[in-house]
């Protein structure tokens, strides 16, 4: 969820530069600035995009704004999140979401007091909360695909790391990785909260 946040700073935004029909030119810098914002993570599955191995697109997250949008509703994911989603839009389940209107997901701290992440799990922090309920299907966050790859890459990163480790020790880990294979670091949240570490600073170096 590290990369659903927007910046009111951001040079997308400053520049202006929206996504545009035909224009491939301009939608390739649009495609290449978000994903530079993004760190180069998905921003629905947080699988880093590796040299094109999952075929990054540039989504429009309200289907109904695409080309009237802006800075606002673009992400680049992966092309499994994108016709996952697509399928979703196409059968109108979500047509009158909550969530189209508030964009809670784009402000980092009611992210994180509206999601949670549990064993393997997203989930609402309210019970209640059917916005962020819908939220967490809708973008496919514990879709079986995603969450089996997620659990077998923190199941492979528990083998690698010795059971008393120290978070120093951790962080090292964490950061040699990133130096020699940045695509071992996939689903960042979610190594976060087993391992109860910030790579905020690794991920932004």
Do not use: W
């Not at 916005?131 to 790859?149: H, M, Q, S």
């Amino acid at each position: 969820m590290k990369f659903l946040p927007k910046s009111h700073n951001s040079d997308i935004l400053q520049s202006g530069l929206t996504y545009k029909k035909g224009q491939t030119k301009n939608n390739a810098s649009l495609h290449q600035l978000l994903l530079a914002e993004q760190k180069g993570f998905c921003a629905y599955t947080e699988e880093v995009l590796f040299e094109n191995s999952l075929s990054p697109e540039v989504e429009h997250f309200n289907p109904v704004q695409k080309y009237k949008d802006d800075y606002y509703n673009y992400y680049v994911v992966s092309r499994y999140a994108n016709l996952r989603k697509m399928k979703l839009d196409r059968s109108g389940v979500f047509r009158e979401a909550l969530f189209f209107n508030s964009l809670f997901f784009q402000d980092a701290v009611k992210l994180k007091n509206r999601i949670g992440y549990k064993e393997g799990i997203y989930y609402e922090l309210d019970a209640a909360d059917i916005e962020a309920d819908d939220f967490i299907e809708y973008i496919g966050l514990n879709d079986p695909i995603i969450k089996k790859k997620r659990d077998n890459a923190i199941r492979r990163i528990k083998n690698d790391i010795t059971e008393n480790a120290t978070q120093d020790e951790i962080a090292d880990y964490f950061k040699k990785e990133l130096e020699e294979s940045r695509e071992t670091i996939s689903f960042i949240t979610a190594i976060e909260h087993e391992f109860n570490i910030d790579l905020s600073e690794i991920i932004n170096d």
